[in-house]
């Protein structure tokens, strides 16, 4: 039988970022900044420029390959991929993508990445209507729904409503990552711990999103270098292969004016038997969970579809420190994540997946072994990621 | 409530976006129905399907034999929220505001956003009854929506 899974054929070789500033604040242009996280990514996998052959990106990233390989003088791109969706549903998706043309022969050493410079560009977390809104905005913008935020607080309030979960399990996702954050010099958080009291002293942005429910913004870019395993094996660290990717959604999630058929979802659903079905594991065999936080209630969602919990068990499993590093059961978002290391559109996450992996994290999981990664939750489309070492 | 005119202040301040229909007409019916105070989401001709926003198609059996069904008016919370933080600069005086999910029971439990007139900090819960409330402006009418009283 022809195996047409990537399973283990393709191997995350090197992982570069720039310093992440606060949004706006980044003292070079976003050009400049993806080309510092790509040569740093490169460079780290022990490679030349001059191998990388294909670049994968997501949520329009304004960095088309064309323009990177003409200043970084590549000589020739064999693979150019952008992911559909905003946000960053497509993280792990363009890190599936450049693994299915590594293992298509497309391309050898893909870079996979994603900078933003927000002072530059604008930035995500502001309205954006203007007098007269046409299409699926005009469902939705006249009555002040307009930021992401606005989005995913509705779907939030409904999940908790439906399975009976209180404020305590957002802020037990909250309070993981800034934890994390205070091990990390990387992270913007580092030397701003967060504690339940400030957590629930913090205004509301729209209920159940406290300030510390919501992501920060940031300026930065992040990189990752994947290759065939075999290529892999000459190189300098210890592989790091990717089990499994998926990407997509369920049935007609974001159809327009809030019509999800299935509402209060992460749009997990569909994926994550897929991704443990082409990995061969179970959630049971995973270590430590990287997880996109836009807002903490995709979280939540997340780690429900996932499998790790039932919604019923959702509030008990993100309280009381099961999600921190080192007592939890499941640490998350080690790093600090979006919320406390730095929103590089999740991209991040995937580094530090990378880290845990090593051995390299600042909260190395024990003998860690297989790291998720999900990437979007309740956008459309999703994706995600098994790692293993 | 085809019936009854009631007009009323906006819920929203001026500057605030307003609705046009789409370009390509395909919710010219929704809005002008909107402004003669009919609630109208699309109906399968075909097989009966409900749905809103409006498609060209059915979802459910793909026919493009797509008519338009006139609601009660009458729903239900499905969800709500309470916003704080305005990211609109024609809001920043308005907040807080309430937002709404209904679901029409006599639609096929289609969807829609609109804002829960009344005060912001009303206590609202999933499940509660509502009916809409037309909100007139100069060329296009807005679906509010108030608790029914006494549910
Ligand atoms: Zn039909």
Redesign the interface.
Known sequence: MTDYSIKDKVTIVGIGETRYYKAGQAPVSEFQLALEAIQKAVADAGLRIEDVDGFASYSDDRNDPTRLAGALGIPQIQFSNMHWGGGGGGMAGAVGNAAAAIVAGYAKHVVAFRALAQGQFGRF???H???????????????????P??MF???T??FM?EHNISQEALAGIALASYKHAQRNPRAIMYGRPLTREAYDNS??????FHLFDCCQENDGSAAVVLTTTERARDLPHKPVYLMAAAQGSGY?QW?????DPD??TSNFKTLAPRLFGMAGITPQDVDVAQIYENFTGGVLMSIVEHGFCTADEAEAFCTRGNLEWPEGNLPINTSGGNLAEAYMHGLELVLEGVRQLRGDSTCQVKDARVCLVAAGPMVSPVSNLLLRN | MSHGFDTMASYMPSGAPLPAPAPDGLDAAFWEGTRNHRLLVQRCKACGTFQFGPEWICHRCRSPQIGWHECSGRGKVYAFERVWHPVHSALRERVPYLIVLIELPDAGNVRMIGNLLGDPQQNVQIGDEVEVAWEDHEDVTLTQWRLVAGK
Request: net charge positive; charged share 15%; proline share 5%.
């Open positions: 977390g502001q309205g209507a203007g007098a007269r809104v046409r299409g699926a905005q005009a469902y939705t913008a006249p009555y002040g729904l307009m930021s935020a606005q607080a509705m779907r309030q409904r409503y205004r509301w942005i729209v209920e159940p007609r159809v327009t004016a809030h019509n509402y209060a």
